[in-house]
């Protein structure tokens, strides 16, 4: 089975009034359809630029990028953003709720310049999600565990084959954050990949796979929990 989304001798360098800086060091790491995988390390591992090089938010220095096995390492702007909407949804730590509009609306948001729109697909994943009675409260009106839930609504939108995690139980307490994580296994018996990126140990408990990183480089991959 190929792997749904991959790095291959990544590097991401840096230009900086001291030099340069490697922020990723020819990683190598994939996830398989429908595979749970944490990545793990201290602050200024790599974690964060490794989530964008699996985002398609930024291209590597040097390696090569490949979604459903394909090299999108040199895609343009336009073309990185045409990939990522169709393949990939991420929930981040601060939610990025916009919050003028409602939990249907900030769902919908992805959908907004589609011309068939979202239909009732939003009122599906918020339901899916447990929301169903949320549909028209504000982010001000809601907890951070429901917020967490609107934006992993908002991130299955489109129908990704991927959803990227960044510290998603970052700003919620401990039961709260077990309840995101349940949800999010839940996005992956769907068959969507998960990859939670994260410095939170109680993350790893529900990946089947973590893999930590130091220095940009890949220092351990283990099984289930992260020792």
């Known amino acids: 089975m190929d792997p749904i989304l991959e790095l291959d001798g990544a590097t991401k360098t840096y230009r900086t009034g001291a030099g340069k800086v490697v922020a990723l060091d020819a990683v190598d790491f994939g996830v398989d359809p429908g595979e749970s995988v944490a990545v793990v390390g201290p602050s200024g591992s790599g974690k964060s630029t490794m989530l964008n090089l699996l985002g398609l938010l930024d291209a590597p220095t040097s390696g090569v990028t490949r979604l459903e096995g394909r090299d999108v390492t040199d895609l343009t702007d336009r073309e990185r953003t045409t990939a990522r909407k169709e393949s990939v949804g991420f929930v981040f730590q601060d939610f ?13 948001v992805p959908t907004m310049f589609d011309r068939a729109g979202p239909g009732d697909r939003a009122v599906d994943l918020l339901e899916r999600v447990g929301l169903g009675d949320r549909l028209d409260h504000y982010p001000d009106e809601l907890s951070g565990g429901q917020k967490q839930r ?64 130091v220095d940009g480089r890949v220092a351990r991959e283990t099984g289930g929990v992260e020792a």
């Open 150 to 213: 609107v934006a992993i609504a908002r991130a299955l939108i489109n129908d990704p084959d991927v959803v990227l995690a960044d510290e998603p139980t970052g700003n919620l307490d401990r039961e709260t954050g077990r309840q995101v994580l349940e949800e999010l296994d839940r996005v992956r018996e769907t068959g969507v990949s998960v990859v939670l990126v994260t410095h939170d140990p109680l993350v790893t408990e529900y990946a089947g796979r973590s893999v930590r990183l």
């Open 96 to 108: 990025f709720l916009i919050p003028t509009l409602s939990a249907r609306e900030n769902v919908e």
